[in-house]
């Protein structure tokens, strides 16, 4: 006998992340990476929060003990920070992680997860792993409708993903729908609610989705600290729910999920509240900065509330490749089933100067 992985892993699809600026720098010769920008992940161009920066520096020499598993001290913040208690909370090697663990608590091969046409990669992906059956909604003008996920919840649904905002596509539900969609799900299902880029968000519209974790509904928030906060290098994200939840992904977990110099930076990165909003400022003024060029130019998008904006170019790949070639990398969007489009992260306004410079350069040549 020869030794084989499970026959459904050899099937698994591969994610495809953005492209490291290392890998592309050396494709095209460069010898900086600072002559290229990425603008294909999300992350904050602002960069970390420099409170978490320093609170690193201060721990560096202390990384050859463990780390607390248990994560008291950043449940203990977080929990003050969001008005639920440590024990609703779970902190994870990036909230990706915790759709991981989700799985391992939650599914089995036949049971079904619920997910909407265009949304993050990484559930399906997920579901497939653990060889539970992907059931897609359609959307509806690139928004989640949750009407249609409702209606694909079978007795086998075990799991359902909603990305708000959601990415790719940068739009948010309607609360009063998400209200009434987690109220009449039926009991045997989990609602997963993916806010990763709530805090870019500005305070008056953020959905207040942690009400129902206090309500004990069945419901589980996923947060991170990749984005708003500027740690996607660190990997840390946390999810919170009701205490039976939050047991069952605990029983799931390695028992140091989350690294030392992580933890340390997320308690240091909650307290930088001018950061996050320095970074809000940026969004806000970089999405206006883009869409006003893409308006003149008659070019369409779907409007956002985050720091990315989906495109509408044509031949989505072909502008990722041409936009490569100009030093800007983007995300081309065949994989989520939008061919026609492109991703593109709201950077520094020089960044977003560059990337329309290019854009513009690359469509005049198709
Ligand atoms: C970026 C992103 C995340 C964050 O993942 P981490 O593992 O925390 O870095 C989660 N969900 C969505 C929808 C995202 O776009």
Not at 262 to 272: E, F, G, P, Y
Not at 289 to 314: C, H, M
Not at 351 to 357: A, K, M, R, S, V
């Amino acid at each position: 006998m020869s030794l084989s992985p499970n026959p459904w892993i050899e099937k698994l699809p591969a994610y495809e992340p953005g492209r490291p600026l290392e890998d592309v720098a050396r494709e095209l010769g460069l010898p900086n990476v600072d002559d290229i920008i990425k603008l294909a992940s999300n992350e904050n161009a602002l960069g970390p929060s420099p409170l978490a920066i320093e609170a690193m520096c201060q721990v560096a020499s202390r990384q050859h003990l463990y780390p607390d598993g248990d994560t008291l001290e950043l449940r203990r913040a977080l929990a003050t920070h969001l008005s639920v208690t440590p024990d609703q909370i779970m902190p994870g090697n990036g909230s990706n992680e915790l759709i991981e663990l989700i799985g391992h608590a939650y599914l089995k091969p036949g049971d079904e997860v619920v997910v909407s046409e265009c949304s993050f990669a990484i559930y399906r992906l997920m579901a497939f792993l653990f060889q539970a059956k992907t059931v897609v909604a359609p959307m509806q003008h690139f928004t989640h409708d949750l009407e249609a996920m409702r209606k694909a919840i079978t007795p086998a649904t075990r799991v359902v993903f909603i990305a708000n905002p959601n990415n790719p596509t940068g739009t948010c539900v309607e609360p009063g729908d998400l209200i009434r969609f987690i109220e009449d799900a039926p009991p045997q299902v989990l609602v997963v609610i993916d806010e990763a880029y709530v805090e870019l968000m500005d305070p008056a519209d953020q959905p207040d989705t942690l009400r129902y974790v206090r309500e004990a509904r069945r419901v589980c928030v996923l947060r991170t600290f990749s984005k708003a906060y500027g740690l996607a290098g660190l990997r840390v994200g946390y999810a919170v729910a009701p205490e039976p939840v939050i047991n069952a992904l605990t029983r799931s977990r390695q028992p140091f999920n989350v690294n030392a110099m992580a933890q340390t930076a997320a308690i240091a990165a909650l307290k930088d509240e001018m950061h996050v909003q320095r970074t809000r400022t940026m969004v806000r003024e970089g999405l206006t900065q883009i869409t006003a060029a893409l308006d003149r130019s008659n070019i369409a998008y779907v409007p956002s509330k985050v720091n990315f904006l989906l495109i509408e170019v044509g031949h989505g790949r072909r502008i990722f490749e041409a936009l490569q070639r100009e030093h800007v990398i983007v995300r081309p969007m065949d994989g989520y089933g939008l061919p026609r489009y492109i991703r593109v992260t709201v950077g520094t306004r020089r960044e977003n100067e560059c990337f329309l410079t290019a854009l513009e350069k690359v469509l005049e040549r198709v």
